[in-house]
């Protein structure tokens, strides 16, 4: 009877860490990016894993392959690295609107709780389109692979009550 027991929750435990395993699977590794274009603005969210891009930026074959233009230093303070990848960031990221390049006026970092991306790079530029046909965006190979969303806000004002339509 004892060993019945200690065998059930033998068979739970490895059920458990089975299931555990599959879930923790299906975390999305890859670095993603939102592109939100408003009025006048463009603002570019990408989430990263921050160990897996600095060392990506301190890689003798990825600067000999030309993914980078330029190796990172392995001595620099906290505050060393974290320009160094945002001129590396805002160098490589490339932005047209309507076939005009637009150049990112801000880059700011904020840390992440995503067990896989714990980076948040934030890229802000101004247009002065009225109308948007087109957008490009190019991301530098240091980031791996980009899964990209891309968003354009309509904005209304509700009164109350009342319903919003809005067409795609």
């Not at 200690?6 to 395993?21: G, Q, Y």
């Not at 990408?46 to 990172?72: C, F, P, R």
């Not at 530029?125 to 948007?132: C, D, G, I, L, S």
Request: proline fraction near 2%.
């Amino acid at each position: 009877m004892y060993f019945l027991k200690k065998l059930k929750w033998l068979m739970l435990a490895c059920i458990l860490t089975s299931m555990s395993a599959q879930v923790s699977a299906h975390v999305l590794k890859n670095t993603t990016a939102q592109v939100i274009l408003r009025d006048g603005q463009v603002e570019v969210k990408v989430l990263t894993n921050a160990e897996h891009l600095i060392s990506t930026l301190q890689s003798e074959q990825a600067w000999l392959m030309g993914d980078i233009d330029k190796l990172m230093p392995t001595n620099l303070s906290a505050e060393q690295q974290e320009e160094f990848v945002k001129n590396a960031l805002k160098q490589k990221t490339s932005l047209r609107v309507n076939q005009q390049v637009i150049v990112f006026e801000r880059v700011a970092f904020t840390t992440s709780s995503n067990e896989a991306h714990d980076l948040e790079i934030v890229f802000q530029a101004k247009h002065t389109f009225t109308t948007v046909d087109e957008l490009a965006i190019s991301f530098p190979k240091s980031l791996g692979a980009v899964h990209a969303s891309f968003v354009k806000p309509q904005y209304k004002l509700l009164g109350a009550g009342d319903t919003a339509k809005i067409k795609f």
